[in-house]
């Protein structure tokens, strides 16, 4: 009985096995057809998308085509010292204000000092690599002012934290790409008192951009960009909106590479 | 008191109102989320390939595919898309809905019949969080050709998101192996760049080995055994014409062609030497390139044509060298531990990639063409066999396992994303074409 099994059994796998063997014989021995020429591709220009309403205007004035262009704003660029009305303090003045800032600090009780005065330091050497310190100006003159303290450094570092916490973690800057290492972006954004947008942020300037790498200038740009609008709307102090309505945001992925 | 008062009237002055100055250093390196709707039907109407509406699906499926297997995209599961794509959102996408699945961008387009048959498939790519249209491209061919007008749109949108070029409208040529190791079939296959469309172009009578395409993409050089005589080959995409290039006494093998499709490079076996020579395709006359005792082989052009890099043990062991492409000039790049082998120019003329033998490990490395900057890519067991996408993003290669299958592998430049490539049968000696026109 057993052994009739094994018969069938050993039966049907040969069956099985000659099968295969001829099924793949067979395949084995079909004649190759060439391979095909390539499907020719033409490109056409298709319909336009008509202007999208749901933007604002701003969106137009972002195309990144002008990425190159190096002119910052009026309102961005440093005064000009010539163009300073006569009555502004002199420039020895402003060396006062890390002095008179600490007189507010003193009385910041729930403020981590340490964390505070790193935030300074690191804020400092950088304003100082600008040609002349529009900020600095300002809490000068506020300093002369007689109500002043609404711009002061230290809460300036907090924000400009504050700030950066939030975009960081929305920028996907696009690595390795060919010249990523020596790429910056500098975005202009405006804020309404939610932290929302307003309008779409501008590109003042750009570094590392060439004549051959202009469409990865432009994709970089826009990574920056993105950014922002993804994380908006931002959490920031109301009480200090004075501070953050308008941010100067630079992108720079010297940390990633 | 003047100063005073200028004074308080600049702080009113919202133009000294200064903007807040942040620096951010660092992002997050993560897929780009996109939307790839399916494409919509401009009229449901029938095709050989299928209806319009089919034929919409498809072509997004392709475009998702190719866009996630870059890993700088991550397409999001239709299944999470709120609406789907009728014609007029082709051209008004309702933005709102895409950002409330986070998309950061979204790719549509539509598919219409011409009236001599041929599909035109519109495509377009929108930047959702600023509602614009990043960009838009008609491609006509016919309703059989629509996986490669759904390559070009994939192409179209990496090259607008990544600012580089796209490299999905390619294809690749290899040798697919099966059999046991001692009878190994060994035959010319080509697929698409994404496995697609894949034949066979040699029935395995004889052993292949190294297929290379030629710029024009319609002539693929090998080397052959047939007629137990190893030789360099031409095969002919279209006619399926081969053709030994000379009745050379002497084995050649390694073939490549240079960047204007005019010479071919490769090495031959000349009185127990093997130098590198190069042949007028037109004129068939061969020059020497190399003289040097030892094998020299593997060599690669760099895209201008000027230079040729090579493989040579003429110092003991195996390494890579750079020349002139008249063979002057010769100097040895790679020193670091171990072999290297198999070099191959980027088509961006910045790196050359390699295999790297050493420590009982085959891996895949790139170097720059002095010889700086050297990196490897992989760490398996035995990674051999480079070859550059056409933008020079990628590497293609085969991996073998221990005792194991070969296949076929890609990697990006930083080494992230390896993937392994669709093959029916085990596949080797992979070779990317450059972009289809």
């Given at each position: 009985?057993t052994?009739r099994q094994?018969l069938?059994?050993?039966g049907?796998?040969?069956?099985?096995?000659f099968?295969?063997?001829?099924?793949?014989?067979?395949?084995s021995?079909?004649p190759l057809?060439?391979?095909?020429?390539?499907i020719?591709?033409?490109?056409?220009?298709?319909?336009?998308?008509?202007?999208?309403?749901?933007?604002?205007?701003?969106?137009?004035?972002?195309?990144?085509?002008?990425?190159s262009?190096?002119?910052?704003?009026?309102?961005?660029?440093?005064?000009e010292p010539?163009?300073v009305?006569?009555?502004?303090?002199?420039?020895?003045?402003?060396?006062?204000v890390?002095?008179?800032?600490?007189?507010?600090?003193?009385?910041?009780?729930?403020?981590?000092?340490s964390k505070?005065?790193n935030?300074?330091?690191?804020?400092?050497?950088?304003?100082r690599?600008?040609?002349?310190?529009?900020?600095?100006?300002?809490?000068?003159?506020?300093?002369?002012?007689?109500?002043?303290?609404?711009?002061?450094p230290r809460s300036?570092?907090?924000?400009?934290?504050?700030i950066?916490?939030?975009v960081?973690?929305?920028?996907?800057?696009p690595?390795g790409?060919?010249?990523?290492?020596?790429?910056t972006?500098?975005?202009?954004?405006?804020?309404?008192?939610?932290g929302?947008?307003?309008?779409?942020?501008v590109?003042?300037?750009q570094?590392?951009?060439t004549?051959?790498?202009a469409?990865?200038?432009?994709?970089?740009?826009?990574t920056?960009?993105?950014?922002?609008l993804?994380?908006?709307?931002?959490k920031?102090?109301?009480?200090?909106?004075?501070?953050?309505k308008?941010a100067?945001?630079?992108?720079?992925?010297?940390?990633?590479? | 008191?003047?100063v005073?008062?200028?004074?308080?009237?600049?702080?009113?002055?919202?133009?000294?109102?200064?903007?807040?100055r942040v620096?951010?250093?660092?992002?997050?390196?993560q897929?780009?989320?996109?939307?790839?709707p399916?494409?919509?039907?401009?009229?449901?109407?029938s095709t050989?390939?299928?209806?319009?509406?089919?034929?919409?699906g498809?072509?997004?499926?392709v475009?998702?595919?190719?866009?996630?297997s870059s890993g700088?995209?991550?397409?999001?599961?239709?299944?999470?898309?709120?609406?789907?794509?009728?014609?007029?959102?082709?051209?008004?996408p309702?933005?709102?809905?895409?950002?409330?699945?986070?998309?950061?961008?979204?790719?549509?387009?539509?598919?219409?019949?011409?009236?001599?048959?041929n599909?035109?498939v519109?495509?377009?790519?929108?930047?959702?969080?600023?509602?614009?249209?990043?960009t838009?491209?008609?491609?006509?061919?016919?309703?059989?050709g629509?996986?490669?007008?759904?390559h070009?749109c994939a192409d179209?949108?990496y090259?607008r998101?990544?600012?580089?070029?796209?490299y999905?409208?390619s294809?690749?040529v290899?040798?697919?192996?099966?059999g046991?190791r001692?009878r190994?079939?060994k035959?010319?296959?080509?697929m698409?760049?994404?496995?697609?469309?894949h034949?066979?172009?040699?029935?395995?009578q004889?052993?292949?080995?190294t297929?290379?395409f030629a710029?024009?993409?319609?002539?693929?050089?090998?080397?052959?055994?047939?007629?137990?005589?190893p030789?360099?080959?031409?095969?002919t995409?279209?006619?399926?014409?081969?053709?030994?290039?000379?009745?050379?006494?002497?084995?050649?093998?390694?073939?490549?062609?240079?960047?204007?499709g005019?010479n071919?490079i490769f090495?031959?076996?000349?009185?127990?030497?093997t130098?590198?020579?190069?042949?007028?395709?037109?004129?068939?006359?061969?020059?020497?390139?190399?003289t040097?005792p030892?094998?020299?082989?593997a060599?690669?052009y760099?895209?201008?044509?000027?230079?040729?890099?090579?493989?040579?043990?003429?110092?003991?062991?195996q390494?890579?060298?750079?020349?002139?492409?008249?063979?002057?000039?010769?100097?040895?790049i790679?020193?670091?531990?171990?072999?290297?082998?198999?070099p191959?120019?980027?088509?961006r003329?910045?790196?050359i990639?390699?295999?790297?033998?050493?420590?009982?490990?085959?891996?895949?490395g790139?170097?720059?063409?002095?010889?700086?900057?050297?990196?490897?890519?992989?760490?398996?067991?035995?990674?051999e066999?480079?070859?550059?996408?056409?933008?020079?993003?990628v590497i293609?290669f085969?991996?073998?396992?221990?005792?194991?299958?070969?296949?076929?592998?890609?990697?990006?430049l930083?080494g992230?994303?390896?993937?392994?490539?669709p093959?029916?049968?085990?596949?080797s000696?992979?070779a990317w074409?450059?972009?289809?026109?």
């Amino acid at each position: 009985m057993t052994e009739r099994q094994a018969l069938i059994g050993a039966g049907i796998a040969h069956i099985m096995l000659f099968a295969a063997l001829s099924l793949g014989w067979e395949w084995s021995q079909q004649p190759l057809l060439p391979a095909d020429e390539m499907i020719p591709i033409e490109f056409v220009d298709i319909a336009n998308a008509p202007r999208i309403k749901e933007a604002p205007r701003q969106s137009m004035q972002a195309a990144p085509q002008e990425n190159s262009a190096p002119a910052a704003p009026a309102a961005t660029a440093p005064p000009e010292p010539d163009t300073v009305p006569d009555g502004v303090p002199p420039l020895e003045k402003t060396k006062e204000v890390p002095k008179k800032a600490e007189a507010p600090l003193a009385e910041a009780k729930p403020l981590d000092m340490s964390k505070l005065s790193n935030l300074i330091d690191k804020a400092l050497p950088k304003s100082r690599t600008r040609p002349l310190d529009v900020s600095k100006l300002a809490t000068t003159i506020e300093a002369a002012a007689p109500k002043g303290a609404t711009i002061d450094p230290r809460s300036a570092a907090t924000i400009a934290q504050a700030i950066r916490a939030q975009v960081a973690p929305c920028w996907n800057p696009p690595i390795g790409g060919a010249d990523v290492r020596r790429m910056t972006v500098l975005i202009r954004a405006d804020f309404s008192r939610d932290g929302r947008l307003i309008g779409v942020p501008v590109i003042v300037s750009q570094t590392g951009v060439t004549i051959g790498n202009a469409d990865y200038s432009r994709a970089f740009a826009e990574t920056a960009r993105r950014a922002l609008l993804r994380c908006s709307p931002l959490k920031l102090p109301i009480k200090q909106y004075e501070l953050w309505k308008s941010a100067e945001i630079n992108f720079d992925p010297e940390s990633m590479t | 008191m003047r100063v005073l008062f200028i004074a308080a009237m600049l702080v009113a002055t919202p133009a000294l109102a200064a903007p807040i100055r942040v620096d951010i250093n660092s992002g997050i390196a993560q897929p780009l989320p996109v939307a790839v709707p399916g494409f919509a039907a401009t009229a449901v109407q029938s095709t050989e390939a299928g209806s319009t509406a089919e034929l919409g699906g498809r072509i997004a499926q392709v475009i998702a595919n190719d866009l996630k297997s870059s890993g700088l995209f991550r397409p999001i599961d239709p299944q999470a898309y709120t609406t789907t794509v009728g014609a007029a959102d082709v051209t008004r996408p309702q933005f709102a809905n895409w950002r409330t699945i986070a998309a950061q961008a979204l790719v549509t387009g539509n598919v219409t019949v011409n009236a001599d048959g041929n599909i035109t498939v519109g495509c377009y790519a929108y930047d959702v969080f600023s509602a614009e249209e990043l960009t838009r491209q008609g491609f006509v061919t016919t309703a059989a050709g629509w996986r490669r007008a759904a390559h070009k749109c994939a192409d179209l949108v990496y090259s607008r998101l990544t600012g580089e070029s796209g490299y999905f409208d390619s294809r690749i040529v290899y040798v697919s192996e099966t059999g046991p190791r001692t009878r190994r079939i060994k035959r010319l296959a080509v697929m698409d760049q994404d496995g697609a469309g894949h034949r066979f172009l040699t029935q395995g009578q004889n052993l292949v080995l190294t297929p290379r395409f030629a710029p024009n993409q319609q002539t693929i050089t090998y080397m052959s055994f047939e007629g137990n005589r190893p030789r360099v080959w031409l095969y002919t995409l279209g006619s399926g014409r081969q053709q030994a290039i000379g009745e050379f006494p002497n084995m050649s093998f390694a073939p490549r062609f240079s960047p204007d499709g005019s010479n071919l490079i490769f090495s031959m076996a000349v009185g127990g030497n093997t130098d590198v020579y190069r042949m007028d395709i037109a004129t068939r006359r061969l020059s020497r390139l190399t003289t040097q005792p030892g094998i020299d082989t593997a060599p690669s052009y760099s895209p201008d044509g000027s230079r040729i890099v090579f493989e040579s043990d003429r110092g003991g062991s195996q390494q890579l060298y750079i020349m002139a492409a008249d063979g002057t000039g010769q100097q040895r790049i790679s020193f670091g531990e171990g072999r290297a082998a198999t070099p191959v120019w980027s088509p961006r003329g910045d790196l050359i990639a390699f295999t790297r033998l050493g420590g009982g490990r085959f891996s895949i490395g790139v170097m720059r063409p002095d010889g700086g900057g050297e990196r490897l890519l992989t760490n398996a067991y035995q990674d051999e066999g480079p070859t550059w996408s056409p933008n020079g993003r990628v590497i293609l290669f085969f991996r073998s396992a221990r005792g194991g299958p070969v296949d076929l592998w890609s990697v990006d430049l930083s080494g992230q994303n390896e993937r392994k490539v669709p093959t029916p049968l085990d596949g080797s000696d992979p070779a990317w074409s450059p972009l289809l026109p």
